[in-house]
């Protein structure tokens, strides 16, 4: 298994932070990014846009692991 560099683990916490704030959407309609960045929504805009560039750069990786 390849070392994962320092974008490598940035676009992973930010896959998985996207996927846990999903979660808690579903089950309790709480959004988590909403809850912290609420009142700064141009900020809360930016943290979407960093997972959904993270979760097609998550895309990118898998499919170019060919081992």
């Known amino acids: 298994m390849s070392k994962m560099s320092a974008l490598d683990w940035v676009a992973a916490i930010l896959v998985i932070i996207g996927a846990i704030n999903w979660g808690l959407v579903g089950l309790f ?5 909403t809850a912290i960045f609420g009142s700064v929504a141009w900020l809360e805009k930016v943290v979407y846009v960093l997972v959904g560039v993270s979760g097609l750069y998550a895309i990118y990786l898998f499919a170019g692991k060919k081992e």
């Open 29 to 33: 309609q709480w959004n988590l990014v």
